[in-house]
């Protein structure tokens, strides 16, 4: 996936005009133009990078004279004191880029970091865990390419990658069986059936309208065993609900063969990374 999409683009365009809009005051005050400065973003705790193509295009947007050397790479993991980038060049245009290249690089570490938390703890099992659409508006792409960089795995990027079947589409449909034959009839060949049931006993339907992907929805591990050995390998199976990383192993070890987890994009924390001059 490309981090650099127009939507990111313009993202930044915004994140940059919302802090530098009416200049650093701070900066041109103390330095005069021609000052230069040499430093390192550093992380602060261990974790997972994610990020640094829009961090470095923010570096250079700002100036194309400053440096931005990766001194690794998307998906590594650091430990506390490690360089993430040397950087440097012109003193106002670098501590002018600090903090948005950190926002950007903390938020999508803090996801990659928490999405790497979750692989660990299936592995092992068959589970792959996904994130969902529940991402920070204007920030899809960059979310889902953290998570990648994690080790996780992305769930559809818009409503048009995909026909997932939820609760509302089925009470306003009649039933499931209903809902899934409909979407089967209309639907392009070319993209899966997924239905969400919340009961064992709306299976049968599921399969008999010949769903491809089954998300038992909000069910115990208890409940999700038993989905997955009446569905007996006619569908793939996803879950969703009560997923926190309490429970993620016991959940993959009923047998799904997807997770789906929003925690992973709506409820990251932002790691702590710095830039020390």
């Avoid at 703890?121 to 589970?127: F, H, K, M, N, R």
């Avoid at 997924?194 to 309208?209: G, K, N, R, S």
């Avoid at 089954?214 to 569908?235: C, E, S, Y």
Wanted: proline letters at 3%; aromatic letters at 4%; glycine letters at 8%.
């Amino acid at each position: 996936m490309n981090f650099l999409t127009p939507a990111t683009l313009t993202l930044i365009e915004l994140a940059l005009e919302e802090d530098l809009g009416r200049g650093d005051v701070t900066s041109t005050t103390i330095f005069d133009a021609a000052a230069t400065a040499e430093g390192r973003i550093m992380a602060k705790e261990t974790l997972i990078v994610s990020g640094l193509a829009v961090a470095r295009e923010v570096f250079r947007r700002i100036d194309p004279r400053l440096r931005f050397e990766p001194a690794v790479t998307d998906g590594t993991r650091v430990d506390k004191g490690q360089t993430v980038v040397a950087v440097g060049g012109p003193v106002r245009s670098l501590l002018g880029a600090e903090r948005t290249a950190l926002n950007f690089l903390q938020r999508l570490s803090g996801v990659a970091t928490l999405t790497r938390r979750y692989m660990d703890l299936v592995a092992g099992t068959q589970a792959r865990v996904c994130d969902t659409r529940k991402t920070t508006p204007g920030w899809r792409y960059l979310d889902k390419q953290a998570v990648l960089d994690g080790g996780g795995f992305n769930h559809r990027a818009d409503l048009a990658a995909g026909v997932l079947i939820k609760d509302n589409h089925i009470a306003a449909c009649g039933s499931v069986r209903a809902a899934v034959e409909r979407a089967r009839a209309n639907a392009p060949h070319t993209l899966r059936v997924e239905v969400e049931v919340t009961a064992l006993d709306q299976i049968e339907d599921a399969l008999a309208a010949k769903a491809e992907v089954i998300l038992l929805d909000n069910m115990t591990p208890a409940l999700v065993k038993q989905g997955v050995t009446l569905i007996a390998h006619r569908a793939l199976v996803e879950i969703s609900g009560n997923v926190n990383l309490d429970t993620v192993r016991a959940y993959a070890e009923a047998g799904p063969d997807l997770i789906s987890v929003g925690a992973l994009t709506h409820s990251a924390r932002a790691v702590d990374l710095s830039l020390e001059v």
